[in-house]
């Protein structure tokens, strides 16, 4: 399985992919299956499995096998660093953090973490990482200087640096849980620099509504994490991907 050609003929296809994001450190790897379950038979079309505290050894493995005997969509891993890799998933989001203040997390972990890809054999999808205001744990973690909601040129400037750099998907967030996702008009300015370099949104977005209004503002992929973990699985991203898609 190739998942970026895959991610991509559905973006092509539908306009926009949903992915759904599962934490293993948030519960157990029983429910982290059940959710991609539920998931899967709500329309998602990939799972993305990580977090920016304690989603890595075991805890990340016994999650991946999990997840993988619940669903046949692609697991891509989304890791805060070095230790969220997987040999169980298909495919790393290959990130760097492009407005990070701090060396770590724009090329150590990368380098660090490039051989054991490799060992793996996963699959590398070659993505900037840029942390919109305010940011979330991941801000914190990932020292990074954060865009401000009204700057949307900056994000424009990261965004188009990450393409001459040759990365092929740019992922504004807004960071996980948090009250306002990433403004529309920045998404907007973001994706009409970058043409087709594919943008991935995610951050606070909770309800069809907010997700639309993100894909309508040029995202290609809308990702959903927090609003899975309080239940009623399957008929949110019912309605999310319902909202979002052609
Ligand atoms: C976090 O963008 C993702 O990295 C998802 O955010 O948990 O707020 O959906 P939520």
Redesign the pocket.
Known sequence: MNVEKLLTEIIEKDGVAHLT?I?PDSQTAERSAEIAADATVGGTDAI?I???VGAGGSQLDQAVLAIKERTDLPTIL?PSGVSGLSKHADAVFFMSLLNSRNVMYITTHQALGAPIIKRYGLEPIPMAYLLVFPG?T?AWIGDAKLIPREKPELAVAYALAAKYLGMRWI?L??????EK?VPTSLIKSVKEAIGDTKVI??????DSVTARKCAESGADAI???????EGNVQPKIKEIVRAVKK
């Open positions: 994001l934490d993305m990580g977090g920016s989304f979330g991941a992922y967030e807004a960071g996980s849980g948090v996702p949104v995610g951050g606070g977005i909770k990702v959903t994490g927090t609003v899975v973990e």
